[in-house]
């Protein structure tokens, strides 16, 4: 079974300034698909970024990118120019690839502050 | 287009009620999943469904807790009966299978049994 882990429970940073999340996994599959996704406190849950694991280039999204490291299952989230709207819990998940619909595996979260 | 639609947005109820959470994905989508949410055990799959087939549902916790899809527009999570330990933020997700893998959640339903 696949597992990840994010190791911090909590992180703040100065509004303006670059913070990254870490995550790690745990897979025994060659192809895969990594997300970040954030849950302001309404708790709807929203897509930040994904990446597909046969891409070597990493992702981004505006101020959101990623570095996928994958021979050490590592997939950290740097936001740069952080902004009071960033606040938020940060799930890093994990899903298979292949054929048809797979469920994915969540990590516990990193509870984002964002200090004005 | 509306994104993925569940109803109700909050329930509370009592101990050995029966309860039902409700789900529209979006359209066109061929895949739904059901996720519950605890400070416990965090974000866990339940079940899921593609093109309207239960395909994993070793998730569920127990008999207690059943879900079915009956077309391509609905789905429902019924707990009966609800014990307090069931209390949690259920949510639905949909995605096109084979296109684009990303999952896109509803808003969730909040769920407290007393």
């Known amino acids: 079974a696949q597992t990840v882990t994010q190791s911090q429970p909590e992180m703040s940073v100065q509004e303006a300034e670059t913070v990254t999340l870490s995550c790690t996994y745990d897979?025994?599959?060659?192809?895969?698909?990594l997300f970040w996704y954030k849950q302001p406190p309404s708790r709807q849950m929203i897509l930040v970024i994904r990446?597909?694991?046969?891409?070597?280039q990493n992702a981004t999204e505006n101020r959101f990118s990623v570095n996928f490291q994958k021979a050490a299952k590592s997939f950290s989230l740097k936001i740069s120019d952080s902004q009071l709207g960033d606040a938020a819990m940060y799930f890093c998940?994990?899903?298979?690839?292949?054929?048809?619909?797979?469920?994915?595996?969540f990590g516990k979260g990193t509870h984002l502050i964002i200090q004005p | 287009d509306a994104g993925v639609i569940q109803s109700p947005r909050h329930e509370v109820t009592e101990m050995g009620q029966e309860v039902t959470l409700r789900c529209k994905p979006i359209?066109?989508?061929?895949?739904l999943f059901w996720y519950r949410q605890t400070m416990m055990r965090g974000l866990e799959l339940l079940i899921y469904?593609?093109?309207?087939?239960?395909?994993?549902d070793s998730g569920m916790p127990e008999d207690r807790f059943s879900a079915k899809m009956p077309n391509a527009s609905f789905s429902t999570l019924k707990i009966q009966p609800s014990e307090p330990r069931d209390s949690a933020v259920y949510f639905c997700?949909?995605?096109?299978?084979?296109?684009?893998?990303?999952?896109?959640f509803g808003p969730g339903t909040r769920l407290l049994v007393l």
């Open positions: 997700a949909s995605s096109l299978a084979g296109v684009e893998e990303t999952q896109y």
């Open positions: 897979t025994s599959e060659s192809d895969y698909y």
């Open positions: 359209s066109g989508h061929n895949s």
């Open positions: 990446q597909e694991a046969y891409k070597q």
């Open positions: 998940a994990y899903r298979n690839s292949g054929g048809g619909a797979d469920g994915l595996t």
């Open positions: 469904f593609n093109n309207n087939v239960p395909i994993d």
